[in-house]
């Protein structure tokens, strides 16, 4: 649209008029930008105050909630043995000293220079309580591997790839099937079943939720990863959708021409389609393996009392439910939680992006 | 939803087989028997892990069916349903709970998208690729973390919010400690969700043609009059979808006052939702029977909401091609 702007006014004929607009139009650019980086600026400040907040410990929490949000500690110096803090001290002659406060007093408190301590005291008058701490940063970054080895970060991560990879195996044979189907063969009531598919996606699960997990149980699933796969081979209505939308762009010519080869239904799935649509395939099972990270409910009532299979998403409820009054260990956490899928995403925004606009807008 | 680039169920056969009599019906029946095949995972699932469900778990409504005694199971008739409507107060708390929520949550799903959406459209936005994905970014996050980073941020002692608030002279609620408060909180948690939402609208606002807006132009319309009269009504099915879903959302609403109450529902009962009050039923207290109950109850509800939505569409929503 820019480029047909800059035509209209370009006709107009005089420089100056056109350098105006163009300046005009530089500076609504600029606060248009300018406001929108500090809304996302806005969006995603708690990724820095979680990110912060995990590098400190209890103290350094408490003391932020007034002072720095750095993770700061105050200087000290030895006192006759003692740990005193360093303050920044304002001198009646204008400068301000960096002096350890030796004796506390309501209306003048003892100061020592820790780098001239042979020269003495030095009262000065005031509250010491309005004096700014001299800090260092100092950074708990022994957290993080604390909190790797208190939630066993190894084996949730291998429990929770595993029962992603496994989905997605499952979701990329049934989809892709219920796909190929509905894209390319007769069905009776073809027009009905897919709406029926589309129709699951806004079913509330719960009503399914009680029967299933009392069968389940009944049959000893409960407490395996088996409720958390079976029903992932059995396909899945977005899943479907995407498959389908795309399947239904590629030339029918090359499943003819491999018929007229002899070639069957599923040699003409396997050497005809899948080939042709690994940017779809690749989006499937990103989503999946993003959904089965990030999966809450599910193995959150299935695997109850199973810390050996549990998921990561599991894993860091179960030790922040026990640990609530350590914030920086629940923040180290969820950062854990959180690194792997948005590395997926960001190193995969285009297929991502891509394959949810299909499923939204086409529908 | 559109079928419409299916061929009619005959278009292969007869275009592929010699005009002898019933080669076409017999390739047509051999395709037809194939893709029963491929669609057969699909029917399968549909029926065991959907149908077979729904209709077991309106059955078990009827019935004091419960985990801790799985061989003690009685039909007892509407009594579910009348201890439902009459006796447990939490019935009533819960779908309160849901409401004052909802209150504040429709009207935001439905305006941040479009507002987002429409801001990330601008032909005056530089870098549009890196804010859409920085927008796109928390719908990423597993829910488990975004709460708990929410959790923090909203803590009124150490969090930023409050910290920011007290900079400009303004002291913070105690956001998820106050059953007045809790209800902004979790919508402000929910923020993070709008990726989805967001994204498909601005695709479709990329799929206005321009020439409307020309033609609106020339007719002297200004940004505000083009964004009503062309941007919304033709962006209107994406606005329906995202409303069908947040308020799908609304009915399931679960996993984060659960995780921030640790299924309380404190603070008060302001977190008791009605999924967490049926989760307890159901998985804490085993009570199978009842818990069926509540989710008929859930999904009657889900589906009268949803019903009145469809229905207003036609009224609303505008199609360019009358195939839905």
Known sequence: MASITSQRETRGGFNSVWFDK????FGIMSLVTLFTAMLAAAFLTPFFYSALTSIKDQDQIVASARGSIWPVDQLTYTYEGEEVGIYKVPMPDGNIRELALVDKGRQSSDFIDPAAADAGLVTWEGSWRTLDPVEELAPRWENFPTAWEEINFPLLVRNTLAIALIG???????????????A?????????????????????TQVTLIPTYTIYARIGWVGTWLPLLVPHFFANAYNVFLLR???????????????????????????????????????????????????????????????????????????????????????????????????????????FMRGVVITGVEK | ??????????????????????????????????????????????????????????????????????????????????????????????LIATLKFALIALPLSIILPIAIAALLNSPYLAGKRIFRTLFYMPYIVPLISGVYIWQGMLNSETGWINRLLAEIGIMGPNWLNDVNWIYPALNIIGLWGIGNAFLITLASMQGVPTELYEAARVDGANPWRRFRSITIPMISPVIFYNLVLSLIGLFRYFEIPYILSQGTGEPGQSTMFFTIHLYKQAFVFKEMGYGSALAWVLFVLAFIATFILFLSARYWVYYSNEEF
């Open chain 1, 22 to 25: 163009q300046l005009r139009k």
């Open chain 1, 168 to 182: 997605v195996i499952g979701t990329l044979i049934s989809s892709i099937a219920v796909a190929y189907a509905f």
């Open chain 1, 184 to 204: 390319r063969f007769p069905l009776p009531f073809k027009r009905t079943l897919f709406f029926l598919l589309i129709s699951t996606i806004i079913l509330p």
């Open chain 1, 245 to 351: 939308q795309y399947f239904l762009t590629l030339p029918k010519e090359l499943d003819e021409a491999a018929m007229i080869d002899g070639a069957g239904p599923l040699r003409i799935l396997i050497s005809v389609i899948i080939p042709q649509s690994w940017p779809v395939i690749v989006a499937v099972s990103l989503f999946h393996i993003v959904f089965a990270w990030n999966d809450y409910f599910a193995p959150l009532i299935y695997l109850l009392g199973k810390p050996n299979l549990i998921p990561i998403s599991i894993g860091i409820q179960n030790f922040n439910f026990q640990y609530g009054s350590k914030p920086h260990m629940i923040q180290a956490t969820a950062l854990m939680g959180l690194a792997f899928p948005v590395l997926v995403f960001f190193l995969a925004q285009r297929v």
């Open chain 2, 1 to 94: 939803m559109s079928t419409s680039q299916q061929s009619s169920p005959f278009a292969v056969g007869a275009a592929d087989s010699p005009p002898a009599v019933g080669g076409a019906g017999s390739l047509h029946r051999s395709r037809q028997i194939w893709g029963l095949i491929f669609v057969s995972p699909w029917i399968i699932g549909f029926l065991a892990f959907t149908l077979f469900p729904m209709v077991a778990s309106l059955v078990l409504s009827f019935t004091d069916y419960n985990l801790n005694e799985p061989d003690q199971i009685n039909w007892i008739g509407l009594e579910n349903f009348q201890e439902l409507l009459y006796v447990d107060p939490l019935v009533g708390t819960s």
